[in-house]
């Protein structure tokens, strides 16, 4: 888990590191906080984030634009405006964040967001432990992509690479234990959280690799597609 502050107050964002910091030491063993106080436009430092927290009147740039770069970049971090500029809350909607924190009600919406996190974590960044021919290997359900079957093996795509592991898929769906990752045809299942697009019978992945939906699959996993859009 990497979380980036983005804010030009130095004194501003050692404070928010520190609340955030209690915060995720309660849910990740394995964290990092790290703060940009100014060359906001160096998108190498946003490329492995998790979570940013970004003001929005930044020196010389502007939050929202700042975020709008990055998500064009395909960036799946989670994003939490926090800022003194109220107003704003309905423009910074077009980025899709996760939250919008007021630096006035700092103490109130914290405590909020920190709550609906800890929810959000629960859901999409429980771990699963693997036993990969002997060895353990942890990996976050959000970073799965999906799963294929290779005879008596089902290889698992993640953000880390491949892995194999000597199950069914019907088996391993159950032992992942979540809505979010839904069988589409005999020998594939996806997690809602990586699909792009469904087009036709096909359904294209985040990194565009297509695979065809199983009749048989079709309905539920568009129901359970169309009931991750709306939540």
Do not use: W
């Amino acid at each position: 888990m990497r979380c980036l502050i983005l804010d030009d107050d130095v004194m501003f964002s050692l404070e928010l590191k520190k609340r955030i910091d209690n915060f995720l030491s309660k849910i990740f063993s394995d964290y990092a906080i790290d703060i940009i106080n100014n060359k906001f436009d160096d998108y190498n430092d946003y490329s492995q984030c998790d979570l940013i927290f970004a003001d929005i009147d930044l020196k010389k740039s502007n939050g929202i634009d700042v975020i709008k770069k990055l998500q064009m970049l395909e960036s799946r971090a989670t994003i939490i405006y926090v800022s003194s500029r109220q107003e704003l809350v309905f423009t910074s909607l077009s980025t899709r964040p996760f939250y919008f924190v007021r630096k006035q009600k700092l103490d109130e919406d914290l405590n909020d967001v920190f709550k609906l996190l800890t929810n959000y974590y629960q859901k999409i960044a429980k771990i699963v432990t693997f036993d990969f021919y002997g060895v353990k290997t942890s990996v976050f359900l959000k970073d799965i992509h999906y799963l294929v079957a290779c005879g008596h093996d089902i290889s698992i795509i993640t953000n880390n690479g491949m892995y194999t592991y000597h199950s069914t898929l019907k088996d391993i769906i159950q032992f992942i234990d979540s809505n979010l990752i839904v069988r589409v045809q005999k020998g594939y299942a996806v997690s809602l959280m990586f699909v792009k697009e469904v087009d036709g019978m096909n359904i294209i992945l985040q990194d565009n690799t297509k695979i065809p939906m199983g009749r048989k699959y079709s309905k539920e996993f568009l129901e359970k597609y169309r009931e991750y859009l709306i939540l």
